[in-house]
């Protein structure tokens, strides 16, 4: 099997830390790398965290970079509380020490990317990406497939009321990326609330986990448990939402998804800051710079999800059908 490489830009977080785990865990997949920005968490307790999940999945041999440590203009606002304090949901797992690179994000970014052909899974705000075009623009452009879990289309925001986290954290860089994607006539694949919203993990289906395997099971309930109490205390949801683990999916599996394509701005001011605006009528008249997914199908991920994550055999989840 000929593997796509990728490099996942991320701010760990729970549901990165997840989607993580799935790219790990799927074949079709080679992790060049991962890249740390300021996000869910500040980008040091990010990159504690990314190592601290590459060690529970026994794969530190993937390096992790550490990149920007605030937006691009903006002041910093993270989401330790949707996160937990040490932004893996107060698990409070024992560091690992080392492995820090000795170049950046960005410059790992820009050689990768001018030397092979790698696709890249945005999971947390933009920022290095915005760094990598004003810094490199023939870099950023050789991007295989721009995949970012970030904005929203028909659904309500998470952060205001038409903001999704990642683009209302750094919107400048958000906007940068779709203005660049658009004048060098690409796409970026928009992973946006509309669906990111249907992917819960319920405490059926984590029971589940735990009885397919108890170790991974009792990590993935260490690090989540945070985030059950934070969904239910704010959204009144039995479960919680894991965004970015649907981003990875997609990337591996398009039928997961459905969605159309568009122009799409990022709004950078106002009560509106962050807000994906969607021509969806054509309005502009402009071509498409996004795939704007507004359908997925929850049973699919969820079998993909922990067949791989558990390494078990798709058909012999035969509870999922009753439980998603």
């Known amino acids: 099997m000929k593997k796509r490489k990728v490099i ?12 993580i785990m799935l790219a790990l865990r799927s074949p079709e997949l080679e992790v060049m790398g991962i890249t740390i920005v300021c996000g869910n968490s500040p980008v040091e307790m990010g990159f504690e965290n990314a190592k601290k999940v590459l060690w529970q999945m026994g794969r530190l041999d993937v390096p992790v970079y550490i990149g920007a440590d605030r937006p691009v203009k903006r002041e910093y606002v993270n989401a330790l509380d949707t996160h937990g304090a040490d ?10 020490p080392g492995y820090r690179q000795t170049v950046s994000a960005v410059e790992f970014l820009a050689c990768t990317l001018k030397r092979e052909k790698v696709s890249v899974i945005a999971l947390g705000p933009m ?6 075009i004003q810094k490199d623009k023939e870099a950023f452009l050789q991007i295989d497939e721009l995949i970012s879990m970030g904005g929203s289309y028909k659904s309500h925001g998470n952060c205001s009321p038409v903001a999704e986290y990642n683009y209302w954290c750094d919107p400048d860089a958000a906007a940068l990326v779709y203005e660049t994607m658009y004048a060098g006539g690409k796409h970026i694949h928009m992973v946006g609330l509309d669906v990111t919203r249907e992917i819960v993990l319920t405490p059926t289906i984590l029971e589940y986990i735990c009885r397919l395997d108890e170790e991974m099971g009792a990590f993935i309930q260490k690090i989540t448990k945070f985030y059950f109490d934070f969904h239910w205390n704010w959204e009144h949801i039995i479960g919680c939402v894991i965004n970015d683990p649907l981003a990875v999916a997609y990337f591996l599996d398009r039928n997961i998804c459905e969605g159309f394509d568009a122009f799409v701005q990022v709004e950078t001011q106002g009560i509106s800051i962050g807000q994906t605006v969607v021509d969806a009528m054509n309005f502009y008249r402009r071509k498409a710079n996004a795939r704007v997914l507004t359908k ?4 699919s991920f969820f079998v993909l999800f922990l ?18």
Do not use: H, M, W, Y
């Open 8 to 19: 996942i830009d991320c701010d760990p977080g729970i549901d990165d830390s997840l989607a």
């Open 127 to 132: 920022t290095n990406l915005a760094e990598l």
């Open 307 to 324: 067949s791989r994550i558990l390494g078990i055999e798709a058909e012999k989840l035969d509870l999922l059908e009753d439980i998603v």
């Open 87 to 96: 932004g893996l949901g107060e698990s409070f797992l024992p560091q690992v």
């Open 296 to 299: 997925t199908d929850a049973k």
